[in-house]
């Protein structure tokens, strides 16, 4: 399959500064990238969808000025928490499907982020 | 629009036991199905998929059967493993289209005891 890279793996920031996560396919072209934020208990909560070149599609309750989505290329997506709080504390999962390619999404291995 | 009901975890068996996690879905239509896996620290990673009603996918000794009658994807396995300890999601309708949303239930927790 497909291979999806997200970076940083992990991240520890303070309080009021700003976290820029990537989110890479590595071997297809993306045209559409999800972000999603893990709560505990593992729901899955999406964010937003991104399409390559438009604006991102935010869900109903995700502040978009906060969470801050640009996908400028088939292959990057880029989410960035600003100004980030301790409840910020999360982990951001992307995915990456390529319709009429493949029928699945792939996903990233996660970023682990920590506002301390 | 496209959705799925997943059955509730946490579910703790022993090791070779008998696995079922229920997944029902309604669709327009008959799209793609999916099962992910996500261990510890993860992200989500495809276990198996089936195309269209009456196939089968399978996958490290993962099930899982498109019912279009039931409108049912119930994951099996006839004998869980230690490392199969993680979390599932049963997947909404496939993308089939740009901009479709992909969305996510909480899961199930398996936890395999020895």
């Known amino acids: 399959g497909a291979v999806v890279s997200q970076h940083p793996s992990w991240v520890i920031c303070k309080s009021g500064t700003s976290v820029k996560i990537e989110c890479r396919s590595l071997d297809f072209q993306a045209t559409t990238m999800f972000w999603y934020r893990q709560f505990p208990k593992q729901s899955l909560m999406l964010m937003a969808t991104s399409n390559e070149g438009s604006k991102a599609t935010y869900e109903q309750g995700v502040e978009k000025d906060k969470f801050l989505i640009n996908h400028a290329s088939l292959t990057l997506s880029t989410l960035t928490v600003t100004s980030a709080h301790p409840e910020d504390s999360s982990f951001y999962i992307c995915?990456?499907?390529?319709?009429?390619?493949?029928?699945?999404?792939?996903f990233g291995q996660g970023t682990r982020l920590t506002v301390v | 629009g496209d959705s799925v009901t997943q059955m509730e975890g946490p579910v703790t068996l022993s090791e070779e036991a008998f696995l079922t996690i229920n997944c029902t879905y309604t669709a327009t239509g008959y799209p793609s199905l999916f099962w992910y896996v996500q261990y510890p620290g993860e992200g989500l990673q495809l276990l198996l998929k089936?195309?269209?009603?009456?196939d089968k996918g399978s996958n490290k000794g993962f099930e899982a059967t498109y019912r279009k009658e039931t409108t049912s994807f119930h994951l099996e396995k006839g004998s869980v493993q230690v490392s199969d300890s993680a979390v599932y999601f049963c997947?909404?309708?496939?993308?089939?289209?740009?901009?479709?949303?992909?969305?996510f239930g909480t899961g199930t927790q398996l936890k395999v005891e020895l």
């Open positions: 089936a195309t269209k009603a009456d």
């Open positions: 997947a909404p309708p496939g993308v089939t289209g740009g901009g479709n949303k992909l969305t």
């Open positions: 995915s990456a499907s390529a319709p009429g390619v493949y029928t699945e999404a792939f």
